[in-house]
């Protein structure tokens, strides 16, 4: 199957990886533009298994309430860097704004008309109960928005799990404004945690995330459609000490991300372990986060972080 980037077909075996289901999956690299992606593409029966209700947990929150509380305190810190960059009555789209509660948070800070997509699901149904926004469930199409409309647009850990994602980057590109700014993040293949655990890192999360790059690359490829990268952020303590911490468990466990997945209270996929053994995992999460945090420092230091948030400025 060829690059969605660049067309080629030259590819080479990273390694194999087994997603939640025991489906394997080769992880590939392009030679051409370094894009990695897996091969063959996860059919639409194994995509709809992967984000069947579970993935957003039982209820429509997608964690119980402790770890939405720090989320929130972590949508609150992302909209006010978004809010930085916008002018006032600034017009914003996140794309994939799950439960919309990051634009919730965007909301507080001032006069914006605040714009979402989100597929259909349990997360848009919430989204669709926030006051003041216009909320597309769905995809983002072409057509949905005329060019040059948006001061800024976010898209959180999503690029990863867009099937054509040069396409939805184009059409970004059409509909932000001269000037006004992308800010995207999304896990680092470059990464130690990708380098060291390839197939049972966390953040590879097949057959969900689909493609993926290095930060240096993906700035490239966005230049190509028009935008200066002015800020990549490495330290994050949301996303990259736990996936230290999971990738450690895989490599011990059976089954992948049994301990994310029971803090996502899916049952049915940790029924076959002990209370025992979940505590175990949540006796470790406990015990060795804080040094995951450290880990994270080191890695933002060498730029070898677990995942990335980038800033773009549309020439
Ligand atoms: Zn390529």
Redesign the pocket.
Known sequence: MP??????SRAALLYKATDMYDFVFDVVQ?Q????VYLSPMPTSEQLDHAYSDHYYGEQEKKFFSPFEWVLDYFRQQRANKLASHLPANGRVLDIGCGNGRFLHFVSQLGEYELHGVELPGKAAQRAAQIPNIHLKIGTLERNDFAADTFDAITMFHVVEHLPNPPELLSILAQIVKPNGVAIISFPNIDSWQSRFFKGKWLHLDPPRHLYFFAPTDFSREMKKMGFETIETKYFNPEYNPFGLLQSLLNCFTERRDVLYEHLKNNRTYTANYSRFSLWLQILFFLAIFPFCILVDAVEAFFRKSGTVEMVFRKQ
Do not use: P
């Open positions: 690059c969605l980037y660049c067309q080629s392009c051409v533009c370094k894009a």
